[in-house]
C-alpha cells in the first residue's frame, strides 16, 4: 500500500476506471452543483476528481473561466488533497485561521476564505475527489448545512457508481463483440504478416489511435511487423530490429522480455529513462497511454507484442482495455502460431522439393524442360514431382506422380517413393509397367502408407528403320500424357490407367506404346495444370490441349513458360508438375 493516499495505485486506478478525468460537464452532476449553490448559500460549488497530479473540476458553478483554460487546478493548489489524503470530510470557516490550510496557494490566487467538502467515492471505497462549495468570506457552516452537503456528496457518489456500471456493462457488450469480431483473425489466411496486419486493424477499431505489432526473432530481437492507426491505413512499418531486454523500464522489449501484460497510462511522465527512438517514436505519435500484451500461444514462448497507443483527446487505457487487448492476443497467438508452423512445413517442404527435382539430362536425341510450380502461396505444398534420367543402356526415362496430401508427410514421402521408382528403374532397366510393380511393392513392405498417382515412361534411342523413337509407358491413375504434333495438332494418349500406387501392390501393370518422330513434343503434367474449381476432368483436359495446340513452333522452354501462363490461374490453387520432351534429329 502506497503512504501517499492521493499517489496509491489502486486509488488511481479507481479514478481511471471512472473515466470522468477530462470528460465534458454533464447535467447529472452539474444539477447537483446548482442545488448546493442554492441551499448553502455558496457563490461557487465543484464535483472534483483528483489524480496525482491535478484537481479536476468534473462541474463548477460559479467559476468563469477564460476560453481554453481547462477547468482544473493542481493537486498543491487544492483543497481537496486534504480530504483525499484523510477520507474524511473537511469544513472550515476560514481557510486562513488554520495551520494546515493558511499556506494553500488558492487563497491569493482564487480568493477562498471558506470552503466544505466531502469525499466522492468509488463504488469500492477509494475516494475520487471531493463535493464542496466555497465561499470567498468567512462563512459559518451551519449543522444543515453540512447534512445537506455530505447528502449530496452521497449522491454524487451513486451518479458516479452508476456511471461505473454503465462503463462496464459497455466494456462487457464490447468484450462480447470483440469477441464475435476476433474470429475474423481465422480468416486471415495462414501467411503471418496477413494475421499480424489484421491483429494490428482490430486493436485500433476497439482499443485505440495507433497500434504496433512486434514479432520475437532469432538473438533475441523484436522486429516491427505491423502498424495501423485510426484513419484504417497502414502505417509504414519500420523493420529495423530492437533489443529485447529484461532492464528495459516499459514497452514491447520488456513484454516480451516477461510475457507480462503492461498498462501505461501517462505515456509522457515515463519517457525520461527510454531509449532515444522509443521516446521520439512516442512523442511522435502523441502518446498519452499504451497497452502492449504479449502474443503467446499457451505452453509455449512469446511469439510477439501487441501494442494500442491512445493520444490527447481519448481516455487514458485502464485494466478492462487491458482484459480486451489479451482478448485480441490470445485469439492472434493461437492464428499466429499456426501460421508459423504452417511457414515452416512449407519451407521444409519446399526445400525438399527444390533439392530432389533436379535439372533434367540433355540426351543428343531429345530435348527436355521441366518445370514445378507450387501452389500460391497461402496453399500448403503438395507432393507433385517429376523426374528424368537416363538408363544404363542409353534410353531416358521419365517420370510424374502426385503423392495424396499437401504437407510436411506429403513432401516426404514424395521423396521416398522418387527415389524407389529411380533406383528400381536404373538398377533393373526394367519396362515401365514392371518398375510400377516392384515400386508398389517395395513400398508396401517398406510400409511407406501412402498412396499416389505416377506416370513411367522410358524413351528408347531412335530407331533407324522406324525412324522414330519408341515410347513406352505405364499408368497409375495419373492423367494421360499429351502429343503435339509437327503440325501444331494435339491428341491425348489415353489409355485406361491402372489403379493408384498404395492401393494393391500385387496388382499387375498395363504397359502402352506409341511412336515418338522427330519434332513431335510428348506432356507429362500433374492435375494441378488442369483441375479448376467449378469445372470438371474433361473440361480441364480439353482447355489444355487448347492451351499447347499451335505451340510447335516454340523453343521448348518458352512453349513450357506459355503452357503455364495460359493455363494457372491467378491465384493457383494446386502444385504442378510438368516434363516436356521434343525429339530432335539424330546427330551426324
Same mark, same amino acid.
Not at 476506471?17 to 447537483?32: G, H, K, Q, V
Not at 533393373?428 to 510400409?447: C, F, K, M, Q, W
Not at 470438371?536 to 505451340?551: E, K, P, S
Given at each position: 500500500?502506497?503512504?501517499?493516499?492521493?499517489?496509491?495505485?489502486?486509488?488511481?486506478?479507481?479514478?481511471?476506471?471512472?473515466?470522468?478525468?477530462?470528460?465534458?460537464?454533464?447535467?447529472?452532476?452539474?444539477?447537483?452543483?446548482?442545488?448546493?449553490?442554492?441551499?448553502? =448559500?455558496?457563490?461557487?460549488?465543484? @464535483?472534483?476528481?483528483?489524480?496525482?497530479?491535478? #484537481?479536476?473540476?468534473? =462541474?463548477?458553478?460559479?467559476?468563469? %473561466?477564460?476560453?481554453?483554460?481547462?477547468?482544473?487546478?493542481?493537486?498543491?493548489?487544492?483543497?481537496?488533497?486534504? @480530504?483525499? =489524503? =484523510?477520507g474524511e470530510p473537511l469544513v472550515l470557516a476560514d481557510v486562513r485561521e488554520v495551520p494546515l490550510t493558511r499556506a494553500n496557494p488558492s487563497i491569493e490566487s482564487m480568493g477562498v476564505v471558506a470552503w466544505a467538502g466531502f469525499p466522492v467515492r468509488t463504488p469500492d471505497g477509494e475516494v475520487l475527489g471531493t463535493f464542496c462549495v466555497v465561499d470567498t468570506q468567512v462563512h459559518e457552516w451551519s449543522d444543515t448545512d453540512v447534512a445537506m452537503l455530505a447528502h449530496l456528496a452521497a449522491v454524487a457518489s451513486d451518479q458516479v457508481a452508476l456511471r461505473i456500471a454503465l462503463?462496464?456493462?459497455?466494456?462487457?457488450?464490447?468484450?462480447?463483440?470483440?469477441?464475435?469480431?476476433?474470429?475474423?483473425? /481465422?480468416?486471415? !489466411?495462414?501467411?503471418?504478416?496477413?494475421?499480424?496486419?489484421? @491483429?494490428?486493424?482490430?486493436?485500433?477499431?476497439?482499443?485505440?489511435?495507433?497500434?504496433?505489432?512486434?514479432?520475437?526473432?532469432?538473438?533475441?530481437?523484436?522486429? *516491427?511487423?505491423?502498424?495501423?492507426?485510426?484513419?484504417?491505413?497502414p502505417r509504414p512499418a519500420r523493420r529495423a530490429p530492437v533489443r529485447i531486454g529484461t532492464g528495459d523500464a516499459q514497452g514491447p522489449g520488456r513484454v516480451a522480455a516477461t510475457g507480462h501484460s503492461e498498462l501505461v497510462t501517462d505515456v509522457p511522465a515515463t519517457l525520461a529513462p527510454l531509449d532515444e527512438p522509443v521516446r521520439r517514436a512516442a512523442e511522435a505519435l502523441g502518446a498519452v497511454s499504451s497497452v502492449s500484451v504479449p502474443l503467446r500461444p499457451p505452453g509455449a514462448d512469446v511469439l510477439g507484442v501487441l501494442t494500442v497507443v491512445?493520444?490527447? !483527446?481519448?481516455?487514458?487505457?485502464?485494466?478492462?482495455?487491458?482484459?480486451?487487448?489479451?482478448?485480441?492476443?490470445?485469439?492472434?497467438? +493461437?492464428?499466429l502460431d499456426n501460421a508459423r508452423r504452417f511457414g515452416q512445413e512449407r519451407d521444409f517442404s519446399l526445400r525438399l522439393q527444390e533439392a530432389l527435382l533436379t535439372p533434367p539430362p540433355q540426351p543428343e536425341h531429345l530435348a527436355m524442360a521441366v518445370r514445378y510450380s507450387p501452389a500460391e502461396r497461402r496453399t500448403a505444398v503438395g507432393g507433385d514431382w517429376y523426374d528424368a534420367f537416363l538408363l544404363p543402356g542409353g534410353a531416358t526415362a521419365l517420370v510424374i506422380g502426385d503423392v495424396t496430401g499437401h504437407d510436411r508427410t506429403a513432401a516426404v514421402a514424395m521423396g521416398q517413393l522418387r527415389g524407389l521408382i529411380r533406383a528400381i528403374a536404373y538398377d533393373?532397366?526394367?519396362?515401365?509397367?514392371?518398375?510400377?510393380?516392384?515400386?508398389?511393392?517395395?513400398?508396401? !513392405?517398406?510400409?511407406m502408407e501412402t498412396t499416389a498417382t505416377a506416370l513411367v515412361a522410358r524413351i528408347?534411342?531412335?530407331?533407324?528403320?522406324?525412324?522414330?523413337?519408341?515410347?513406352?509407358? #505405364?499408368?497409375?491413375?495419373?492423367?494421360?500424357?499429351? /502429343?503435339?504434333?509437327?503440325?501444331?495438332?494435339?491428341?491425348? %494418349?489415353?489409355?485406361?490407367?491402372?489403379?493408384?500406387?498404395?492401393?494393391?501392390?500385387?496388382?499387375?501393370?498395363?504397359?502402352?506404346?506409341?511412336?515418338?518422330?522427330? !519434332?513431335?513434343?510428348?506432356? *507429362?503434367?500433374?492435375?494441378?495444370?488442369?483441375?479448376?474449381?467449378?469445372?470438371?476432368?474433361?473440361?480441364?483436359?480439353?482447355? +489444355?490441349?487448347?492451351?499447347?495446340?499451335?505451340?510447335?513452333?516454340?523453343?521448348?522452354?518458352?512453349?513450357?513458360?506459355?503452357? /503455364?501462363?495460359?493455363?494457372?490461374?491467378?491465384?493457383?490453387e494446386d502444385d504442378v508438375a510438368l516434363i516436356a520432351v521434343r525429339a530432335m534429329p539424330e546427330p551426324t
Open positions: 500500500m502506497s503512504s501517499d493516499p492521493i499517489r496509491s495505485p489502486q486509488r488511481l486506478a479507481a479514478v481511471a476506471r471512472t473515466r470522468l478525468l477530462d470528460s465534458p460537464p454533464e447535467a447529472e452532476f452539474d444539477r447537483l452543483t446548482e442545488l448546493a449553490r442554492a441551499l448553502l =448559500s455558496a457563490p461557487f460549488a465543484f @464535483v472534483t476528481v483528483v489524480d496525482d497530479r491535478r #484537481s479536476y473540476w468534473k =462541474s463548477c458553478l460559479g467559476v468563469n %473561466l477564460p476560453p481554453g483554460v481547462p477547468p482544473q487546478n493542481t493537486v498543491e493548489e487544492s483543497f481537496c488533497q486534504y @480530504v483525499v =489524503s =484523510s462503463a462496464d456493462a459497455e466494456r462487457q457488450r464490447q468484450r462480447a463483440e470483440l469477441l464475435d469480431r476476433s474470429a475474423t483473425l /481465422l480468416t486471415a !489466411g495462414l501467411e503471418i504478416d496477413d494475421v499480424l496486419d489484421a @491483429v494490428g486493424k482490430l486493436a485500433v477499431d476497439a482499443l485505440g489511435d495507433h497500434a504496433a505489432v512486434h514479432t520475437v526473432q532469432p538473438g533475441g530481437v523484436l522486429r *516491427l511487423a505491423a502498424a495501423r492507426s485510426r484513419n484504417g491505413s491512445r493520444t490527447a !483527446g481519448s481516455p487514458p487505457h485502464d485494466a478492462g482495455d487491458v482484459e480486451l487487448a489479451e482478448v485480441i492476443a490470445g485469439r492472434a497467438a +493461437l492464428v533393373t532397366d526394367a519396362a515401365p509397367a514392371e518398375v510400377l510393380e516392384r515400386s508398389d511393392i517395395a513400398a508396401a !513392405g517398406l510400409v528408347d534411342r531412335p530407331d533407324p528403320g522406324s525412324g522414330g523413337r519408341v515410347l513406352r509407358w #505405364s499408368n497409375a491413375g495419373h492423367p494421360a500424357p499429351a /502429343l503435339l504434333d509437327t503440325d501444331g495438332q494435339v491428341r491425348l %494418349l489415353d489409355t485406361k490407367p491402372n489403379r493408384m500406387l498404395g492401393v494393391e501392390p500385387a496388382v499387375r501393370r498395363d504397359e502402352h506404346t506409341a511412336l515418338l518422330r522427330e !519434332g513431335q513434343t510428348l506432356l *507429362l503434367f500433374t492435375d494441378g495444370l488442369i483441375e479448376r474449381r467449378g469445372a470438371d476432368y474433361d473440361q480441364g483436359i480439353a482447355a +489444355l490441349l487448347q492451351a499447347l495446340a499451335g505451340l510447335h513452333e516454340l523453343p521448348l522452354e518458352d512453349l513450357a513458360d506459355t503452357l /503455364l501462363r495460359r493455363l494457372q490461374p491467378a491465384v493457383a
